[in-house]
């Protein structure tokens, strides 16, 4: 591996990779750059989503000897496995992103995301090829995770050095509007298919639906990302590049990256992929009604974030960073008691939960970029975060449906406050970023 061996080079601008397609693209077409990198985003998050949307309505088809929730939670322990590659795809494709450009790490994390999709999409059932289809799952999902591990850091480097002046933080906003845009489709499209067909065709072929067309899209959003210009600053690493000292010697950006992400990435799957799929099954709300609640949830999301960004922009980052883990902290035990009382409890909790959510996921994904220099920007703003990720994130949706349907909800709440507290810690202890030059 001599081609990972040294310290890096000096920062240095590349040429182009199209004719015609310059770094000026990014300033001069800024909707055109948004859409591009957004739609991929979604597409990416969307994959990712419908398996936690779904997973009721397939857990069966690949874990038969299994009934109610535990098929659910064989399906959930597959979801985490997706997270566990995660931080190989991010150093894969962080590092191939610091030394040949941030476009193409955006294509190959596209194409292996939509890849992954559409082989769950069409995969034999137990019934079919016995223990191969929960095999197939698991390659399907390892391929997800490769491609969401790689798609983050690249699209938030991306998108922040190509970023006007005093705007990165509403520009860094975008990432969370378009992926939760994606899981908000997935969503969507749960609601509506619950609608329309009855649970045992749902359980039958409905839900391949959502999987196969994913990776339909896929095809052109892979055409959008081709036409990408690369950004104004692209690093690259010598031929004797070592990347394991490059992580080293970002240590404290790395720890910082981890420790700032442990507790939204809880709050994020906890309140917009775990939330519908256990209140489906473990307390019995219909799943047309909590399917569009956690649509509405969503939506309002998505109309918090740019304003958090752009309050990041005038105030910095650091404030918006406490607001949400000791705002979170303070609600998670009444939210998550409310989950217990029906729809309209679970809505109030959701849109409570949205308040103290958005500060992180307008805020973190430009705080990342500025904590690394360009040569490791993709490579070690993207590996704290999937570490932490795999650790927490995936395993939330797991534990909040083994937990609550095991009677102790208190003990959850208790471990997501506890980690909202260690979250609101490094962010205290993190130098404000907004401002820090990208060049």
Known sequence: MSDIGSAP????????????STASDTASRPWRTLASTGVGNALEWYDWAIFGTFSPFFAHAFFPSRTGTLALLSALVVFAVGFVIRPVGSLVFGWYADRRGRRPALVGAIALAAAGSLLIGIAPTHAAIGVAAPVLLVLARL???LGHGGEMPAVQTYLAESAPPGRRGRWASF???SGTTGIVAATVLGAVLSGLLSKAQLESWGWRLPFVLGGVVGIYTLVMRLRLPETRVVA???AGGRLLRGLWQQ???????FGLTIGGTVAFYLWVIGTPAQAVAAHRIPA???LWISVLASAFLIALLPLCGIASDRIGRRPLLLLSFLGTAVVVFPAMALLHGGAWSMAVALFVAMVFLAPFAAVIPAVY??????GMRATGSGFGAALATAAFGGTAPYLQTWLTTSGRTNLFAGYVLVLMVISAAVAAWTPETAGTPLD
């Open 9 to 20: 080079h000096p920062v240095r601008t590349l040429p182009p990779i199209e004719s015609g």
């Open 143 to 145: 391929a997800q995770g």
């Open 175 to 177: 990432i969370y509007v």
């Open 236 to 238: 690259r690493t010598s």
């Open 251 to 257: 240590r404290a950006g790395c720890a910082r990256a």
């Open 288 to 290: 047309s009604q909590a």
């Open 369 to 374: 970029a500025e904590l690394f220099p360009a």
